[in-house]
């Protein structure tokens, strides 16, 4: 059963009654979709950060992803009202999209630093048609079983779904990296009272691989 996005009109990029919708950007995503704002005359496109890291060396926040700002505009600035279509994939193509957004309906939930958990969105109305058929993962035993299963499912998504965890497994090691060359301090532990005053003063700073 091959996932086929049938462009259903449900809003999968808008948050809908009562969902909690979580949209990641990396850093370099945000920085080409605010441009693409700026070119299409957008107001609405808001992101706010997600994914941070105090740098109590330089005090300066680092800034791993953020999310769109769902909070105040309920769904993404890119979405065209009428038809629900993405203008950045109309526009620029599938690849130009963010890669949650080629990734969808497969979502990653992560656990803990090392471990992240795929699972189908069952707010697509296409997962939940073939909800009996997709059922079928949870007989899968093993992770290459369950992997080999997306792949061939669920092939475009399945691979921007790996990119995002490779994406995100470049967070930590850069960190690492930064902290052994004596750039940067990111303490274990960092209080609430010294987080509400970093978010109100420090700068940011974007975490962005090299030729991204
Ligand atoms: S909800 Fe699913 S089928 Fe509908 S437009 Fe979005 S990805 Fe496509
Ligand atoms: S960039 Fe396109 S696919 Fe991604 S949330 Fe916005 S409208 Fe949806």
């Not at 609405?44 to 999310?67: H, M, Q, S, W």
């Not at 940067?184 to 609430?192: C, L, N, T, W, Y």
């Amino acid at each position: 059963m091959r996932f086929e996005c049938n462009g259903c009109g449900t809003p999968c990029c808008a948050v809908r009654d009562g969902e909690e919708k979580k949209i990641m950007l990396f850093p370099e995503e945000v920085a080409f979709l605010e441009q693409q704002a700026i070119a299409l005359n957008k107001t609405k496109f808001a992101v706010i950060e997600d994914l941070i890291f105090p740098d109590t060396l330089n005090k300066i926040i680092l800034v791993g992803a953020y999310r769109l700002y769902l909070e105040r505009y309920p769904s993404c600035d890119f979405m065209r009202p009428d038809n629900h279509y993405c203008q950045i994939q109309e526009l620029l193509g599938l690849d130009q999209k963010p890669l949650v957004c080629r990734a969808y309906p497969i979502a990653i939930k992560t656990i803990d630093a090392t471990t992240k958990e795929y699972f189908l969105d069952t707010g697509c109305p296409y997962i939940e048609e073939h909800i009996a058929v997709y059922a079928g993962i949870k007989n899968f035993k093993t992770v290459p079983e369950i992997e080999a299963y997306l792949r061939e499912n669920f092939p475009v998504e399945f691979l921007a779904a790996n990119q995002i965890i490779n994406r995100l497994s470049w967070i930590p090691l850069r960190l690492r990296q930064l902290e052994q060359e004596g750039k940067i301090r990111v303490p274990d532990e960092f209080s609430a009272e010294a987080w509400s005053d970093a978010l109100a003063t420090w700068d940011r700073k974007d975490l962005i691989p090299d030729g991204a």
